[in-house]
């Protein structure tokens, strides 16, 4: 027996790399991440005019499920209070 060999051995062990080295994954985005909300600039179907929705009223509205809102803040008041005058209207009617 020559110690030769058996050094060499052990050496072929330390610098052989490990079998299947775990990859490390890179970090996935959670999935319910909200989105970032920003000023939005919309016109109004009933007056035309330009109106800014606000980032906080976004939120508000993602956060209730609720439709994005298309008409300026004077026409849906407006159109809040006919259609609490008029009950009985089909609010999505044209
Ligand atoms: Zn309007």
């Known amino acids: 027996m020559s110690n030769k060999s058996l050094v060499r051995h052990t050496i072929n062990q330390?610098?052989?790399?490990p079998a299947a080295a775990p990859?490390?994954?890179?970090?996935?985005?959670?999935?319910q991440e909200k989105p970032?909300?920003?000023?939005?600039?919309?016109?109004?179907?009933?007056?035309?005019s330009e109106w800014?929705?606000?980032?906080e009223?976004?939120?508000?509205?993602?956060d209730k499920g609720i439709?994005?809102?298309?008409?300026?803040?004077?026409?849906?008041?407006?159109?809040?209070?006919y259609f609490m005058a008029h009950p009985t209207m089909d609010r999505n009617k044209k």
């Open 57 to 62: 009223e976004q939120r508000f509205y993602a």
């Open 23 to 31: 990859v490390a994954k890179p970090p996935v985005n959670p999935p």
């Open 14 to 17: 330390i610098i052989s790399p």
């Open 67 to 81: 439709n994005i809102p298309k008409w300026c803040v004077s026409c849906r008041n407006s159109r809040r209070k």
């Open 52 to 55: 800014i929705w606000k980032a």
């Open 36 to 48: 970032t909300f920003v000023d939005r600039k919309l016109v109004c179907p009933g007056c035309g």
